[in-house]
């Protein structure tokens, strides 16, 4: 599946931003999705997932009640609404099918990431 993700800026600490992945596929609504994110300097990690149907998502302890992860499968879009920024949430972030092994998330393939987009959250 081809993702592209899009929407990232600049916002002050506090604020929300909520950022895209539009998918060219069409099977999109069979993945479950889920967003990643890689700061300066730090490894990738898990953000949120959402199952396929949209019933169930999952969060990082680090982000929990802050952001929320909704997908449109009409659309072969997925979101990453966050809000309460913080400047620790600055990172490039990505979007990726995902599945889960045990507790943890993995994207699904070992292709290329993307670009992913961008957040800077300022204080």
């Known amino acids: 599946v081809q993702l592209q993700a899009s929407g990232g800026g600049l916002v002050q600490a506090g604020g929300s931003l909520r950022v895209s992945c539009a998918s060219s596929?069409?099977?999109?609504?069979?993945?479950?999705m889920g967003w990643f994110r890689q700061a300066p300097g730090k490894e990738r990690e898990f953000v949120a997932a959402i199952l396929w149907s949209g019933g169930s998502t999952y969060y990082a302890d680090s982000v929990k009640g802050r952001f929320t992860v909704p997908r449109d499968n009409a659309k072969n879009t997925l979101y990453l609404q966050m809000s309460s920024l913080k400047p620790e949430d600055t990172a490039v972030y990505y979007c990726?099918?995902?599945?889960?092994?045990?507790?943890?998330?993995?994207?699904?393939?070992?292709?290329?990431w993307g670009q992913g987009t961008l957040v800077t959250v300022s204080s």
């Open positions: 596929g069409s099977t999109f609504s069979s993945y479950n």
């Open positions: 990726a099918q995902v599945w889960r092994d045990g507790s943890s998330w993995s994207k699904f393939d070992f292709g290329s």
